[in-house]
């Protein structure tokens, strides 16, 4: 059974950086598959962050490249998210995901940008 | 950068009744169209991957259709926990959402 647990701080300060880490168990992050961040602001829908394919390339929201980094570390089988320069337009639920047939999400993380 | 508008924003239909949503891409994205339902409190469910292929265990009662910029999601016989957000998905080129459409069965 393929399980994503979102990690992190659920306060940020505005312009701080956000850190978040999805540790996956059941299946090996290099071995197949997309692993992704998405996020759902209240009351909005949802909005795709960035995408780490197996083999290790990176994919970003063009509307959030600037800010945003994701990374990996496959001895812990792990994926990490980085957005720097938060506002309060960054709150949100945060969700990692396996992206592909079946899909695999985490129970998602509330994240709030505020002082 | 590939954008994906979602038509109705909301539809209003009753249990039995059959569903049509729609998906257009702002460029070409082949086959590469995914639908997920989402409920909330839950997470979004896969219904539909590669525009016409049903997730395991979706039930037959959910189709998708569609290529190059033009995508539908037909739920043939509405049943009330159907009432969610439809989302689609592209997966040409990174992973963008649609803006949903609300279902509400009445």
């Known amino acids: 059974q393929v399980q994503l647990q979102e990690s992190g701080p659920g306060l940020v300060k505005p312009s701080d950086t956000l850190s978040l880490t999805c540790t996956v168990s059941g299946f090996s992050i290099s071995s197949g598959y997309y692993w992704g961040w998405i996020r759902q602001p209240p009351g909005k829908g949802l909005e795709w962050i960035a995408s780490?394919?197996?083999?290790?390339?990176?994919y970003y929201n063009p509307s959030l490249e600037s800010r945003v980094d994701i990374s990996r570390d496959t001895s812990k089988n792990q994926f990490s998210l980085r957005v720097s320069s938060v506002t309060a337009a960054d709150t949100a639920v945060y969700l990692c995901?396996?992206?592909?047939?079946?899909?695999?999400w985490g129970q998602g993380t509330l994240v709030t940008i505020s002082s | 950068e590939v954008v994906l508008t979602q038509s109705p924003a909301t539809l209003s239909l009753s249990p039995g009744e059959r569903a049509t949503l729609s998906c257009r891409a702002s460029?070409?994205?082949?086959?590469?169209l995914a639908w997920y339902q989402h409920r909330p409190g839950q997470t979004p469910g896969l219904l539909i991957y590669?525009?016409?292929k049903r997730a395991p265990g979706i039930p037959a009662r959910f189709s998708g259709s569609g290529s190059g910029t033009d995508f539908t999601l037909t739920i043939s016989s509405l049943e009330p926990e159907d009432s969610a957000i439809y989302y689609c998905?592209?997966?040409?080129?990174?992973?963008?959402f649609g803006q949903g459409t609300r279902l509400e069965i009445k």
């Open positions: 995901a396996r992206i592909g047939s079946p899909d695999y």
């Open positions: 590669d525009a016409s």
């Open positions: 998905q592209q997966r040409n080129n990174w992973h963008t």
């Open positions: 780490l394919y197996y083999t290790g390339s990176r």
């Open positions: 460029q070409s994205i082949h086959t590469y």
